[in-house]
């Protein structure tokens, strides 16, 4: 029996391979399950040391209660909202995220998508599928070096667009 167990209340990976892989180091066991119910994630974390979470929410009270010796969950992503702080707080459970968990992923989308909006590749589409090969319905197209790009929040991400969008030049 291992020295510590380590609950995966939900995850979206193919496999927790590197996961059980690190923890088998420390002599912790992994338990995993897709908690949909808040029965389900207390069955689950029943004893756990640590946590790590995705989406399943949240991560209350009578969740934590299930797990005395718990000392941190982890959040797979940028936020914290699945998991219930002052709970945590007053069992004195430390509460984590990753900060950078997608940033290029979604800044790099966020792009794509700018681009394609300002190059109107959806209606170049939608136009080509009818047969027509006419750039009418195109226009007008602008130029992105000629337009102000407003980037609401400049957290990671939004200073990430912005890193992207400035290689475009004046």
């Given at each position: 029996?291992?020295?510590?167990?380590?609950?995966?209340?939900?995850?979206?990976?193919?496999?927790?391979?590197?996961?059980?892989?690190?923890?088998?180091?420390?002599?912790?066991?992994?338990?995993?399950?897709?908690?949909?119910?808040?029965?389900?994630?207390?069955?689950?974390?029943?004893?756990?040391?640590?946590?790590?979470?995705?989406?399943?929410g949240p991560v209350d009270g009578d969740v934590m209660d299930a797990m005395p010796a718990?000392?941190?969950?982890?959040?797979?992503?940028?936020?914290?909202?699945?998991?219930d702080i002052p709970a945590a707080t007053a069992r004195g459970i430390l509460v984590a995220n990753v900060p950078d968990y997608?940033?290029?992923?979604?800044?790099?989308?966020?792009?794509?998508?700018?681009?394609?909006?300002?190059?109107?590749?959806?209606?170049?589409?939608?136009?080509?599928?009818?047969?027509?090969?006419?750039?009418?319905?195109?226009?007008?197209?602008?130029?992105?070096?000629?337009?102000?790009?407003?980037?609401?929040?400049?957290?990671?991400?939004?200073?990430?667009?912005?890193?992207?969008?400035?290689?475009?030049?004046?």
């Open positions: 029996m291992a020295r510590y167990k380590v609950a995966v209340t939900d995850y979206v990976f193919p496999n927790l391979d590197p996961e059980a892989e690190i923890l088998a180091e420390v002599d912790a066991e992994l338990v995993a399950g897709q908690c949909k119910t808040k029965d389900k994630a207390i069955e689950l974390v029943r004893g756990a040391d640590a946590v790590l979470n995705t989406y399943y718990c000392r941190i969950i982890v959040r797979y992503g940028v936020g914290v909202d699945t998991i997608c940033v290029d992923e979604v800044s790099d989308h966020a792009v794509a998508m700018a681009l394609a909006l300002l190059r109107k590749l959806p209606q170049g589409d939608r136009g080509i599928r009818r047969g027509e090969w006419t750039l009418a319905h195109l226009k007008p197209m602008s130029r992105l070096t000629e337009l102000t790009v407003g980037i609401i929040g400049m957290g990671r991400i939004g200073r990430a667009i912005a890193r992207k969008i400035a290689v475009f030049g004046p």
